[in-house]
């Protein structure tokens, strides 16, 4: 009798879900994109992290999740953080603030992303954050945003912005170059000091946290990449959007792969 041999083994990443209220129903979404670049270049399964209500955040579930994972996906999303929520998750929103506001606000996303980012920290798990993930590392490790590019630079609100007078798919094509590091985690990943990437957000790092190290940057000089320092692992995050155009991308396709390579690096290492 011959025996079926089972499918190796893949290492498991979390992936950040967003809120989304529609006629008062609340729901936990996400791009597909993501979890596909994820299957497909990775090389990962994925569970999908839902996103945290004000009177769970005190709960321990968080470490009872990440625990069993290899890995960590902050994704992007049109919200923008709110910086008490995303440092004080625990903290309850009061009863004249709205938590959810489409395209503005996601304060459930905050929280998750903060409960999830210490876990993983803690754990010296992998960490790719894409966008607003990008933006999240930043503000959890004590960091700050500008509110508005637009308000910041005229030409650099243009430069970052989403074109919305394209097609959807249009929309990620490259946007500006950025200049990458000759000495940082980025570069053995890039092969390159500099690459073309897309844009489409209208919030960017003001001050970079201190314990977070300048991978790449834009030619208004706006942070693109950033990784944590000292970290025991891959924990980085970028600005544009790998996920969309992964498939003829080398820079995006490289880094997936490498994310990759990491969770099951983390996943071996658990196991011994």
Same mark, same amino acid.
């Given at each position: 009798m011959t025996l079926l041999q089972p499918e190796r083994a893949r290492a498991v990443v979390g992936v950040t879900s967003n809120r989304l209220l529609v006629d008062g129903v609340h729901r936990d979404w996400l791009r597909r994109k993501y979890v596909q670049a994820l299957h497909r270049h990775a090389g990962v399964a994925c569970v999908i992290l839902p996103t945290v209500d004000g009177e769970d955040a005190r709960e321990e579930v968080a470490p009872a999740i990440i625990g069993r994972l290899d890995g960590l996906v902050l994704t992007g999303d049109e919200s923008n953080i709110d910086p008490a929520i995303l440092r004080a998750p625990s903290s309850l929103t009061e009863a004249d603030r709205q938590d959810v506001e489409v395209g503005i606000l996601d304060r459930p996303r905050d929280r998750l992303s903060a409960v999830t980012i210490e876990s993983a920290i803690a754990l010296?798990?992998? %960490?790719?954050? %894409? *966008?607003?993930?990008?933006?999240?590392?930043?503000?959890?490790?004590?960091?700050?945003?500008?509110?508005?590019?637009?308000?910041?630079?005229? @030409?650099?609100?243009?430069?970052?912005?989403?074109?919305?007078?394209?097609?959807?798919?249009?929309?990620?094509?490259?946007?500006?170059?950025?200049?990458? *590091?000759?000495?940082?985690?980025?570069?053995?990943?890039?092969?390159?000091? @500099?690459?073309?990437?897309?844009?489409?957000?209208?919030?960017? %790092?003001?001050a970079l946290a201190p314990a977070l190290r300048r991978e790449a940057w834009a030619p208004d000089g706006l942070v693109e990449a950033a990784s944590v320092i000292g970290a025991p692992t891959l924990q980085i995050g970028v600005q544009w959007h790998p996920e969309w155009h992964v498939s003829t991308d080398l820079l995006s396709k490289q880094l997936f792969k490498t994310f990759g390579e990491a969770c099951v690096g983390y996943c071996r290492a658990k196991k011994h």
């Open positions: 010296g798990m992998p %960490i790719l954050g %894409i *966008c607003r993930g990008l933006q999240e590392l930043n503000v959890y490790f004590g960091g700050t945003l500008r509110p508005s590019l637009a308000e910041w630079r005229p @030409e650099s609100g243009a430069m970052h912005a989403e074109k919305p007078d394209r097609p959807r798919d249009r929309q990620y094509d490259a946007a500006h170059i950025v200049r990458i *590091c000759s000495d940082g985690a980025l570069f053995p990943i890039a092969r390159t000091i @500099e690459a073309q990437v897309n844009s489409l957000h209208n919030q960017g %790092i003001e």
